[in-house]
């Protein structure tokens, strides 16, 4: 049997990605987030027209997309409920957001120069992806609020431990990416930790465990 239901999020699983871009006083801004989906070299990036990362994207073209593994999710859940935007929206307001301006700092992460774009990389990640910005489209109607962002891979950066000896191949097995699945974080397909943005969004938990 199925039910028909209003799904209120989509989020049916999709690795946590941290974007790092420079903000218009040159100073780096990270973000996570969890809206992307790769093909050929380029990636799509679906973002809220509001935020400072989309904001940092329109303007200067580039970013470095930084991928983390499950254990890594403290990191990512610090950073959840923080926006580079120095004026909050009414409603990011009202789910608990706050203004940080060094997102590194916050996070524990190093700031680490990129080969071809002015974005840093995460040094803490095993991958970052230095990339370029290919198209912006609103995404639905126009004024929804949201868009995607087409970039394209220009370098790849991985942790020498989870490249296959002998080859240009990233180990399957060794690689267990951070996941977000309806807000909620998972690694190696179980529960990791709750979250707080599953918290702001009043998403049921379900089968997570709160501790």
């Known amino acids: 049997m199925h039910r028909t239901i209003d799904l209120k999020v989509m989020y049916f699983g999709t690795p946590v990605v941290l974007i790092s871009t420079r903000n218009p006083d040159g100073s780096a801004n990270l973000?996570?987030?969890?809206?992307?989906?790769?093909l050929n070299g380029h990636c799509a990036l679906g973002l809220g027209d509001s935020a400072q990362t989309a904001a940092n994207l329109h303007r200067e073209?580039?970013?470095?997309?930084?991928?983390?593994?499950?254990?890594?999710?403290?990191?990512?859940?610090?950073?959840a409920l923080t926006t580079g935007m120095p004026e909050l929206s009414p409603r990011k307001a009202a789910m608990g957001y706050e203004f940080v301006r060094d997102k590194f700092g916050l996070a524990g992460l190093t700031e680490q120069a990129s080969d071809l774009v002015e974005a840093p990389r995460a040094a803490e990640c095993p991958v970052q992806l230095e990339c370029a910005l290919v198209q912006e489209t609103p995404l639905g109607s126009p004024g929804s609020g949201a868009s995607v962002f087409q970039v394209r891979v220009l370098r790849s950066h991985v942790a020498e431990e989870?490249?296959?000896?002998?080859?240009?191949?990233?180990?399957?097995?060794?690689?267990?990416p951070l996941v977000m699945k309806f807000c909620e974080f998972f690694g190696g397909g179980s529960a990791v930790k709750p979250s707080r943005l599953a918290e702001a969004w009043e998403m049921p938990h379900g089968g997570v465990l709160a501790h």
Request: with cysteine; proline share 10%; aromatic share 8%.
């Open 31 to 38: 973000a996570p987030m969890s809206s992307a989906w790769w």
């Open 162 to 176: 989870l490249v296959i000896p002998g080859t240009q191949h990233v180990d399957p097995v060794g690689w267990d």
């Open 61 to 79: 073209r580039e970013c470095v997309l930084n991928l983390v593994p499950s254990d890594m999710v403290e990191v990512v859940d610090r950073l």
